[in-house]
């Protein structure tokens, strides 16, 4: 995706593409979706009419005036149109560039052990297929064989290629990038047509977008404002009448266009496409509005520690025997649990070795049967042939193992691993069968600016939540380190999704990010659950945002485009209510000064003519839209502060703003207009 921000500048065609966009959404079956505007649209037809047909009406209403009237409301839902054909129009582009990287290919399809070339539109679900070194992955898939370099840039932007294996949570690979270095094997995991990328094409082209329930909630407000204003209009003329005030029939219609909420009405589609977009140029895809907006509502954020608050690097830098063993016998036990131990840990425990000088029997591990890292069990290591079981992991894990197994824990393991985990390092327990050998320091570190981030998260009124599966003390330290709210250790996956339930329990929106198959059942309960792109397809299908930079720590920024999002739109709201009180005081005046030029007194604003009033006060109305489209698009400013500050702040600069900023700008066009007619 196109990371350079160059789609902030709108090229001229892109302009022209709005204009004529404008044009065609002018039809009453796309207008009637937004029924605020499609009121301006019934107004603007009948003048059309009684300039068209004079005589089917009584108008006193000069010809001049009518047409005056007709092209203001024509350019009020043009203005409409384009805010949001702008909106949808960078969307558009990067559609485009996306469905570059989406051209048919070649695949290379295992058929039993054959090799048959086929067109990747050809393949399904299931299907198992061969790329190589400089070739396109088909489609997505999950990775069962092998490990290669994979350039993503054509969805990602990040030029620097990345590492895909089978097993673990790097095995997810996406059709349309490159494989730059091996081969592997590749199982698909989608149908043709609904590939990561085609959801991504369809996403933010918005031909899906869906009306939030927020926005809903806003429109349904927008609607029923509408029609009390028309019923008010529409019974204004026979009860003047019958006082012997004629009011004319465009003088009705632009009073009731003034009244209704136009500018949120001709806004509020534009400032959700938007938000959805500024996730996106985010590299982050959103996968609903409601997923943007419900974000931006987060009360408490759970975050892993490994690898989101830290580096996740975590590397083994020394290993301390307990009292009774060697360092040599550590060392091996250590090795050889790590031999087939894939994980940066495990790999991490041979280069130490290997970087130690330190030897072990490689022969030992011999018909050996591995056992894989589980979350679960918090060990990993390996059943020797021979019948004995080496084991490393977390402390407490392989102490209750060894226990188990009636071996005695020696009196020092409980020191060492204190002191590491006091460093904020991960100690793990080595041990075979019912003997503990000493502990594997794994030494991680806190990302940079970590503690500004939740200071700023705790300003919105945000509690954070690190939620771990290491021990304690460990555990303590980091959150310390890191400045979050609360910690919850030795966790295990269940142990997410229980502390999400009981947050929501208490009317919380709880936001967590994750990548593994055991987080997919947490991302899914989440109200936000946000996956990174190099995670498994079981996180990112469970997940309502896909990081396509695998940055966990992202989430904090997601919140704060969504707040962004919520207060651009309730910012407007404010503004466009208010707004239409100016405008009452402009024309209620005007219109019964036409009928009654003694109510002259009630010219509060001193306008020109009765005439001259309504019309300033239409034009206001049409040109305050397009005023407001760098706004809408680009979000109002954000500064984290608690919700109930940002709206009493937001109140008082929109609100007051919106009925100062109408007083003087109809005063303004009112000396404009009346120096012209
Ligand atoms: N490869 C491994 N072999 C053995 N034990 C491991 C391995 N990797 C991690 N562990 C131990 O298992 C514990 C739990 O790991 P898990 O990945 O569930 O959580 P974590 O990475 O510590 O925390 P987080 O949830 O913050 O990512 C770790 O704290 C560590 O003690
Ligand atoms: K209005
Ligand atoms: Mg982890």
Redesign the pocket.
């Known amino acids: 995706m196109n990371r350079n921000k160059t789609n902030n500048a709108l090229s001229a065609g892109a302009l022209k593409q709005a204009v004529r966009e404008s044009f065609i959404k002018l039809n009453p079956a796309v207008m009637i979706k937004n029924p605020v505007m499609f009121v301006v649209e019934a107004g603007t037809l009948i003048v059309l009419l009684m300039i068209v047909f004079p005589r089917l009406f009584q108008s006193q209403a000069t010809m001049g005036f009518n047409i005056a009237v007709f092209f203001i409301l024509l350019f009020t839902l043009l203005f409409a149109n384009f805010a949001e054909a702008i909106a949808e129009g960078r969307g558009k582009a990067q559609a485009s560039s996306l469905k570059k990287s989406k051209q048919d290919m070649s695949a290379n399809k295992l058929v039993g052990e054959a090799v048959t070339v086929v067109s990747s539109t050809e393949l399904r679900k299931g299907d198992v297929v061969i790329v190589s070194q400089g070739e396109m992955i088909p489609g997505d898939g999950e990775v069962i064989a092998g490990l290669a370099s994979v350039d993503e840039s054509a969805i990602t932007g990040e030029s620097a290629p990345v590492i895909k294996e089978a097993g673990g949570d790097f095995s997810s690979v996406t059709g349309g990038t490159r494989v730059v270095s091996d081969q592997i094997k590749v199982r698909m995991t989608s149908e043709p047509g609904q590939s990561f990328i085609d959801r991504m094409i369809a996403l933010v082209e918005g031909a899906k977008r869906q009306k939030t329930p927020n926005e809903i909630a806003l429109s349904t407000l927008l609607i029923s404002l509408t029609i009390i204003f028309l019923i008010v209009v529409v019974t204004l003329a026979p009860i003047a009448s019958y006082l012997g005030i004629e009011l004319e029939i465009p003088i009705l219609i632009a009073l009731l266009v003034c009244l209704i909420p136009t500018t949120i009405g001709g806004l509020l589609s534009a400032i959700g496409i938007a938000g959805m977009d500024r996730v996106t140029q985010f590299n982050v895809l959103a996968m609903s509005g409601k997923a943007v907006e419900a974000a931006g509502d987060i009360n408490t954020m759970i975050l ?5 608050i830290t580096f996740g690097n975590r590397m083994a830098s020394d290993l301390v025997p307990v009292a009774g063993s060697s360092i040599e016998s550590l060392s091996e036990w250590a090795a050889i649990s790590s031999l087939m ?1 894939e ?1 940066p ?2 790999r991490s425990v041979l280069e130490w070795a290997k970087k130690q000088g330190m030897s072990y029997d490689a022969a030992l591990a011999a018909g050996g049967e591995f056992v894989e ?1 589980k ?1 679960e069990t ?3 290591g390996m059943d020797l042939a021979d019948g004995r079981r080496v084991r ?3 402390v407490d ?1 392989v102490r209750k193992w060894v226990a188990a197994q009636g071996g005695d824990i020696p009196p020092d393991l409980e020191q060492i691993s204190n002191t590491i985990a006091t460093l904020g390092g ?1 100690p ?1 327990a080595v041990a075979v069968d019912n003997r503990m050998f000493g502990v594997i320091y794994l030494k991680d570190t806190v990302k940079p600016g970590m503690k500004e981030r939740f200071d700023q998260l705790r300003e919105m009124g945000i509690k954070t939540i ?6 304690p003390l460990t555990a303590a330290t980091i959150a310390r380190e890191a400045g979050v709210d609360d910690f919850i250790a030795e ?1 295990k996956p269940e142990d997410k999704i229980a502390v999400i339930r009981r947050e929501q329990a208490e009317g919380k929106m709880v936001a967590m990010t994750g990548d593994g198959t055991n987080d997919a059942p947490a991302l899914a309960q989440a109200d936000v659950g946000l996956a990174m792109n190099s995670g498994t397809i079981a996180a990112k299908e469970a997940a309502n945002m896909v990081d396509l930079d695998s940055d966990p720590s992202k989430i904090i920024e997601v919140v704060a485009i969504g707040k962004q999002l919520l207060m651009t739109r309730g910012a407007l709201t404010t503004f466009s209510i208010a707004n239409d009180i100016a405008k009452y005081f402009a024309i209620i005046p005007a219109m019964f000064m036409l009928a009654i030029p003694e109510m002259g007194v009630l010219n509060i604003m001193n306008l020109g003519s009765p005439l001259s009033a309504i019309l300033s006060a239409l034009i206001f109305n049409a040109i305050i839209i397009p005023l407001l489209i760098p706004l809408a698009i680009k979000g109002v400013a954000y500064k984290p502060m608690s919700g109930s500050k940002l709206l009493s702040r937001n109140v008082f600069i929109y609100g007051l703003g919106g009925v100062i900023v109408p007083f003087v700008g109809i005063k303004l066009i009112d000396f404009a207009v009346h120096l012209w007619i």
């Open positions: 892993d520690k490994t690898g989101t131990d994980t840990e495990g890292f979350a918090r060990m990993s490393k992991g977390a894990a991960t793990l690190m939620c771990t599966g290491d021990n966790a």
